[in-house]
């Protein structure tokens, strides 16, 4: 039987008559890469925040790490990482102090952490870059180290917000590279992404429109079920039928 690092049942939240994530039920397995795709406003950020314990579902069933996503919010959390779309670390701090105050937030112990730091430094390539102020580095420097930070306390599983917005082609395939050996270390991965090439990377993925889960499965099957030669082209043809806009 495979082991699940998220379970859902009819996953509901609605913003008084609006239903932002309409009944989703889906599983996702430990060490999985499962890809989250939706047009916005189809309910992506609203199920992640859900799933995250930052917003409690109106409706349904979930369980991440096993824990209930009603009353174990704050477990929950101690167990998972995140990282935004939006750059989350200091600018005004150095790499080496950004690992610090987060490995301190996280309750990694001294010892651990200055062995941390090293390593973090070493495996983002910034160990000449460790001193200097963060705002001073390339973009996709900035997204390996957020990356490297938001699995520092080895979570259970990794919540990643189209982590590799506004970076080029080549800086995005390395940040696949990355995600790959965490996948391999049994860290389960749930990305968000707009880039439908990035989508085929996935062990398996979902799309939804309208709040609804409308496809599920690995790219292959999908592409097979929707008679597809991607999942760009699997994408336009369920986004065309969306009846929201964006928000």
Known sequence: MPEYAIQTENLTRKFGDFIAVDHISFEVQKGEIFGFLGANGAGKT???????GLLTPTSGKALVTGRDVYTEAEFIKKQIGYMSQKFSLYDDLTPRENIRFYGG?????????????????????????????VQALPLGWKQKLAFSIAI???PKIVFLDEPTGGVDP?????FWEQIYEVAEQGITVFVTTHYMDEAEYCDRLSIMVDGRMDAIGSPEDLKHEFSASS??????????????GDG
């Open 170 to 174: 080549v800086t995005r395939r390395a």
């Open 152 to 154: 520092l306390h080895n």
């Open 46 to 52: 609203t199920a992640m925040k859900m799933l995250t």
């Open 105 to 133: 937030i996280y309750g990694i112990s001294e010892e651990y952490l200055s062995q941390k730091i090293d390593e973090v430094l070493e495996g983002t390539g910034l160990k000449d870059q460790g001193d200097k102020l």
């Open 231 to 244: 999942v760009e082209e699997i994408f336009i043809k369920l986004a065309r039928s969306a009846k929201r």
